[in-house]
């Protein structure tokens, strides 16, 4: 009876132990898989180390093959677990990439916007100088054409100045002449009374030729 009872504990035991080793091996199985579902079912990284993921779950599915008391069990168990760390570790690594290249494309587009309107200011800026430059050139030919104006207007009135002259000289001739007939008409005006004094007031009478007398025989 007591050895009976013996070997049923014993039995119970082993059923036990057993149940135990299964029940540690599917916590095993169902944390690692958690994890990796974990993983996968993330927004962001899920989309990344794809291979790396199914390498886990192959690994994990090897490691069911075999129960807890086999000798393959715990490497292959290590093997999941360290095949999910770099699922893990790996997406995240892939992911920083991500967004360091976005920063960089960020960067490169805020870069480049600078570069625009850098390169708009200086367009502005010489479009600008070009206005001034125009305006100081149209300044220049005015003040040119001013001058050549004013010059003009000198040289004309310069040579009015010598036509005045010119005129004012001839008027002076003319006006001299005048003086001179004026001078001679009273001369000759002043002889004429002079003569008419010296002869009593009377016109004097022309004498009348002499007759030649003839001699006899002529």
Known sequence: MKRSTLLTSALALALAAGSAMAATDDLDIRRLNSSLDQLSSDPVLGNYAQAEQARAREAISQMAQFRPK??????????????????????????????SAQLDREHDAILLEASRLDAEMARRQLEQQRAQNQMIQEEAARLQQQGVDYAQALEQAKAEGDKAKQV?????????????QAALAEAAARAMRD?????GGAPASTPAPKKSKKTDGN
């Open 70 to 99: 086999d000798k393959e069990h715990g490497h292959l168990l290590y093997v999941a677990e360290r095949r999910v760390d770099i699922a893990k570790a790996m997406a995240q690594y892939q992911d920083a990439q991500a967004k």
């Open 168 to 180: 004012a000289a001839a008027q002076a001739k003319v006006a001299n002449a005048a003086k001179k």
């Open 195 to 199: 003569m008419n004094s010296s002869d």
